[in-house]
């Protein structure tokens, strides 16, 4: 029982001195910390893209930030099933995101199939991550005519 007592009696003791500490401190120091430990929260700037067309088609915030994208919507007008491949671009010297002059491709990639006149949805609870090649942050999609690309994401 005494063991028991000391160790709420100490629980206590830190607690006070906890509450005692964060009372030293400015509000702004407390903001400051605040913002370091609970900024865990949606990005402020979100990002939208479509593209309509065939061959290599780009979209993203290119320079400005690295693209998280958390949905991709393809949609197929064609009479028959067509494959896409997804894959962050490098392009040649001097082409920004929205260019389709495309010569080489990085991670994450992969391949959706599309059925013939269906919508495909596909949805990232944790955004995929197209990170700068050089400096440019964009995702490329290669294959696939009369196809309605969108992507949905945020930029950080």
Same mark, same amino acid.
């Given at each position: 029982?005494?063991?028991?007592?000391?160790?709420?009696?100490?629980?206590?003791?830190?607690?006070?001195?906890?509450?005692?500490?964060?009372?030293?401190?400015?509000?702004?120091?407390?903001? &400051?910390?605040?913002?370091?430990?609970?900024?865990?929260?949606?990005?402020?700037?979100?990002?939208?893209?479509?593209?309509?067309?065939?061959?290599?088609?780009?979209?993203?915030?290119?320079?400005?930030?690295?693209?998280?994208?958390?949905?991709?919507?393809?949609?197929?007008?064609?009479?028959?099933?067509?494959?896409?491949?997804?894959?962050?671009?490098?392009? &040649?010297?001097?082409?920004?995101?929205?260019?389709?002059?495309?010569?080489?491709?990085?991670?994450?990639?992969?391949?959706?199939?599309?059925?013939?006149?269906?919508?495909?949805?596909?949805?990232?609870?944790?955004?995929?991550?197209?990170?700068?090649?050089?400096?440019?942050?964009?995702?490329?999609?290669?294959?696939?005519?009369?196809?309605?690309?969108?992507?949905?994401?945020?930029?950080?």
């Amino acid at each position: 029982m005494t063991q028991q007592f000391w160790k709420l009696g100490s629980m206590a003791t830190i607690g006070i001195g906890l509450v005692a500490a964060s009372a030293a401190f400015a509000p702004g120091a407390v903001a &400051a910390i605040k913002a370091a430990f609970v900024e865990q929260v949606l990005p402020s700037r979100p990002f939208q893209g479509s593209v309509v067309g065939s061959g290599y088609r780009t979209l993203g915030p290119g320079a400005s930030g690295t693209l998280g994208v958390t949905a991709i919507t393809l949609t197929n007008f064609c009479g028959s099933s067509q494959s896409v491949f997804v894959f962050a671009p490098v392009f &040649a010297g001097g082409q920004v995101c929205g260019s389709n002059v495309v010569i080489g491709g990085g991670y994450p990639r992969f391949y959706v199939l599309v059925p013939a006149g269906q919508t495909v949805h596909l949805t990232y609870p944790s955004p995929l991550v197209y990170p700068g090649i050089s400096g440019q942050s964009c995702v490329a999609f290669s294959g696939g005519d009369n196809l309605d690309i969108s992507v949905n994401g945020f930029i950080n």
